[in-house]
C-alpha cells in the first residue's frame, strides 16, 4: 500500500524532541526521495539517454558444461541495425583478465575461451541500433557444443562436498556433546536456491570518454567498487573511471560485486565505438547476479531435561559453481546464538555446474537460521517446554564466541515486546489444537542476529548562503532510505528542518563510503554525516567568534561568505574491540492452514528489532517489514528449479518463481526496543537490513507445525507438503 | 523476436479473411500470445487485431447469457449480470491471474491461450506441443503442474484457464465465426485431450474466429462456488481448482454441475459425480463419495502425485462452500 504520507516531505514532529531517546518510534522524517519515486522522477540505470545510445542483448549457452564447438555469428551479423556481435572469438582483449599470479579459481571471465561452466552462461552479445534488432539478432546466433557430463543436482552430490580453503571446522567444548544428551533432537534441514530478484533488473551504459577513459551508468550497491573493478579491467586509472548509480531499485546483495556482463558491456562499448546500454532480461537474472545458494544442513541439540544447552552440531553444505568458491557464514549462527558449553559446526561446498551464488540478504545466517531455529522449535516440543522460554533459559550474556560482553543487547526485551502484540498466551503448546473457521491456527517464533559494524566513511557538509546543508557521499540507497536516514541525522545535528538539506550519493567522484551491504550503511556513513556536521557546526563557531549560532545563514552573510564547508574522515574508535557487536530480531508468524488444501496463509506477522537507537523509524519500519515478507517467501514460496537432466532452470520468470504478492502478506507489525548502543557510533544505531529476514522462514515453519503437527524440514511450505 | 506485420481491420469479413492466410495470428489483449512471441514459441508473419470488431457486449437473451468474445475478463467478472445469473463465471475469472492481466485479457484470448508447461515455453528443451515429434520434456521432468487426467504418451501439460473451468461446468456454448457461416459447439467439446497431436488444443480451425460464448439460464446461481488451490493467493496458475454448482432443494441435491482446473488438457468435467450426487442430500460424506468417483482413472508422474489426494478434497471443499456446508 501506498500511503499518502510517502508523498509527504514535511517533517513533522521530529523537530520538535530535541533528546534522541524520547522519540516516539512512528515518528519521523518521510522518505526524502520518496516524491520521485512514486512519480517516476527518479531515474535509474537504465532510464538516462545517452546520446548515440546502442542496445546490448546477451546469448545464453544451451548446454551446461562442454566447450563450444562452432558459432555461427554471420546472420545475426547481417541482420537490420546491428553493430557487432561479440564472442570469445573476437572479443577485444580486456587486460585485467590476463595478469600474473592469477589463482586458479575465480570470477567467470566472460568470452575469454570456448569453456561452458553453467547453463545460461553467455557466449554472445549482440549489440544494435535498437533494443528489438539486438532482441531479433540475438535469436539467429546459432552454437554447437560438444557436451560433457554435468552436476547441478546438490542432493546427490553431498557426499563430494569439500571444506573450502576459507572455511575452519569450529569445535568449543566437545564434539558432537548432544548426542550423549538426555534430550537429543537431529535433524536436516534444505534451503532450495533463491533468486535475489529485486525489481529493477541488472543494467548497465558503458561509454569510453577517450582511451583511458570510461562513464557507466550501473546498477550496483557500491559505485567505488564497481570504479575500482572496472579500473583493474580495463587497465585504465582509477580517476578516469566515473560510476553514476543514484537510485537502485532493489539488490539485495545481487548488486555487490561487478558482474561480467558489466564488463562485456564496457568492452562492447569500446568495439562500437559508441555508448553501450546493456539491461538483463528476468531470465537473465536467474544466471548472471548470483544467488542464495541451495543448502543442506544437520543440526543436533542436546539438552538437559530442564531445557539447557549441552551441544550445539551444526553441519552445512552448500552448492557453489566449479570455477570460483562461495562461501557463507551458514553455520556461524550456531557459534554466536545461545549459551552452550559445547559446539561444533562444519561447513562445505559442493562444486556444480552452476554459476557462482552470492550474499543475499541475510547471506548465510538467514540459511543458518531457518535450520537453527527450526531445530530449537523442536527441542521445545521435546522438552514440552514454550520456545521463548527454552530461549531464555539459554540466552547468552557474553558473546559465546569470543567471551567479550556485548555492545549492547536488549533481545530480552524484544522477546516480551512481540509476544504480547501477536498475541503468544493464545498459542497451545499441542499441535492442531486451535481451529477457527474450520482452518488450523498456529503460532510460531524465530530468532535472528547479525554482526552490527562500522567501518570507513568520509563526507563532505557544504553550508550555502541559503540555508541549504549539502551532503554529499558516494554511498548507494538500494531501498533501504539511506538518504531518509543521513538527512534525519544531519538535521538533528545542525538543528534545521530536513527540507533544507539535500544528501547527493551514488556518484563515485563524491568522497568514498563503503558498498552498501552487510546493515553497515547508517553506523558508518551515518557517522560520517554526525561528525562532518559536528565540525560544520565547530568552523561555524570559529567564524562567528567562538558563539554558537544554528542561524548559519546569517552567520555567513554577516561574515561575507558564500559558503562553509568540511570534509570529514569517520572511522570507528578503537574501543570497539572490547566489545561484541550484534543486532537481534525477533519475529513472530500466525498461521492459518486449510486441512484440506493445504493452503498456508500468514494471518499475523510482527517483527521485533533490537537495532540500537533507531535514526529514522519510518524507513527502518519499511526495512523491517520488506525483510519479513521476503521471510514469508522463502518459507513459503521462494524455490529455483532445476531440471538436472539438462541442468536448466525451468521457472527462470515471474510466473513461475513465486514471491509473496500483497494478497500474502498481512499487516506486518514493526516493533523497536530502540535502546541505544552506547559502542558503535555516535548515534547509538546499529544495521538491521540483515535481521530483518534472518529467522522468519523458521518463525513460518515453526507456526506450521503447531497449527497441523507436521514439521517441514525442506522449504518452500507449498500446499503439497501439507496435505 | 521476429519482425511482423500488424493490420486491425473493422470487419469480421476481413477479419476472416486475413485469418485464412497461413503465418497469420489473431491477436486480442496480448497477454498471452505477446509473451509466446517474444520467447520464440510462436513467430507470425501477421497480426490481426480483432479489437476493433464489436464483439465486447455481455447482454440477456431468451435463454441464457450472451458474452461477446472480446469482453474484458475484469468486466465480465463484474458485469451485474453476471454476477446475478452465473456467480461461477465471476468467481472463476476473479481467480484468474492478476488485476491487470484481466484488464487486457478477452473471453476468445482466454479460451485460446497456450499451456503453461515449461518444457512448452523453453525453445531449447523438447516440446511435443510445440515441436511435434521433438519428445515431452515434462513426462520425465519437473511434472509438477501437470495432469493427472486425460493425458497421453505425447503430452502431459494442462489447460491452465479459470474461466473455462467456470464455463465448462455452466454449459456454455461456443459460438465460432467460419467463412462458411456461424457454428456452435458445447463449451466442453471446444477443447480437446492430446492423444497423437498434443500441438492441437481445441477444435477451433485455423481460420475460424470465436465471437462470443453463451451461458443457459439454470438454477445454480445460490450454490455456486470457485475453488482455486495454489501456490500463493494471487498471480498464480492452479495446482487444482474446482467450479461445483448445485440446485439444492430441501437439503436434497436436484441437479449438479462439476469440472476442474489444473488437471487435464481441457477443463475437466466430472460427470458421472455429478450423477453421483443427484438425489443425495446435502452432506460432507456424499460429497467425499461424489470426489472419489470423479479421481477413478487418474494417473500421477513423479512430481505431481500430490494431486491425487489434493483433488478430491478440493472437490469435497468446493462442494461444502457451494452447498452452504461452510
Ligand atoms: C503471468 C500470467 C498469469 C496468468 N494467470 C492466469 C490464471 O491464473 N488463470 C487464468 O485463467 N489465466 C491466467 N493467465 C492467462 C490469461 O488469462 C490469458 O493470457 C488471457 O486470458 C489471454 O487473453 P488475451 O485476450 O490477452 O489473448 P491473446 O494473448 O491476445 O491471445 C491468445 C490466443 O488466443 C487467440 N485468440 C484471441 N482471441 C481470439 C478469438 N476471438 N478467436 C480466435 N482466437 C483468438 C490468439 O490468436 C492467441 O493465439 C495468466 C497470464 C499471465 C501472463
Ligand atoms: S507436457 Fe505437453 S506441452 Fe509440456 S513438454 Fe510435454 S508435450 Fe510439451
Redesign the pocket.
Known sequence: MISLEILDLEISMFMESKTLNKRPVEDGLSRVDGRLKVTGAAKYSAEYNIKGVTYGVLVGSTVTKGTIKALDTKRAERAPGVLAVITYLNCPNIPGYHTDNQPAKGPLKIFIDDKIYFNGQPIALVIADTFERALFASSLVKAEYNKEQHQTDLKSNLSNAVTPGKAKDYTRGQEDAYKSAPIKIEQEYVLPTEVHNPMELHAIIARWDADDKITVWDKTQGVKSTQRSIAQAFKVPIENVQVTAPFVGGAFGAALRTWPHEIAAVAAAKVVKRPVKLVLSRADMFTSVGYRPQTWQKIGLGATADGKLMGITHEASGQTSVYEDFTEGAVNISQLMYASPNVNTRYKLVSLNVNTPTPMRGPGEATGAWALESAMDELSYELNIDPIELRLRNHADNDPLSGKPYSSKFLKEAYQLGADKIGWSERNQKPGSVTKDGWLVGYGMGTGMFGAYRSNATVTARMMADGTLILQTAVTDIGPGTGTAMVSIASERMGIPANKIRFDMGDSSLPPSPTQGGSQITSTVGSAVYDACNELKDKFKQVNGGTDSTDYVQVLKQHNLSQLEVTTLSKGGSEMGNYAAYSWSVHFIQVHVNPATGVVRVNKAVSVADAGHIVSPKTAASQIKGGSIMGIGMALMEEAVIDHRYGRLVNNNF?DYHVPIQADIPQVEALFVNKPDPHLNPMGAKGMGEIATIGVAAAVANAVYNATGKRIRELPITPDKLI | MKQFQYIRPSTQQSVLEAINKPGT???????????LMKRGVTAPDKLVD?NHLPLKSIASTKTGLHIG??AL?SVVSENSLVIEKQPLLSMALK????PQ?RN???V???M??RTRCTYFYDITMPCNKREPGSGCGAMEGYNRMHAIFGASQQCIAVH????CVGLAALDAVVVIAGRRGERRIPFTEFHRLPEDHPEMDNH?AKD????AVEIPDNNFAKNSYYLKVRDRQS????LVSVAAALDISNGVIKQARLAMGGVAHKPWRLLDAEKALIGKTVSEESFKQAALIAMQGAKAYEYNSFKLKLAPATITEALKHASGLV
Do not use: H
Open positions: 510466473a | 495470428k489473431i491477436i486480442a489483449g496480448g497477454t498471452n500470445l505477446v509473451d480483432i468474445a472480446l475478463n481467480a484468474g491471474a492478476s492481466l487486457m485479457a478477452t476468445g484470448g482466454n485460446m491461450q491452465p484457464s479459470d474461466m477451433l475460424e474466429l470465436i465471437i498471480y498464480a496458475f492452479a
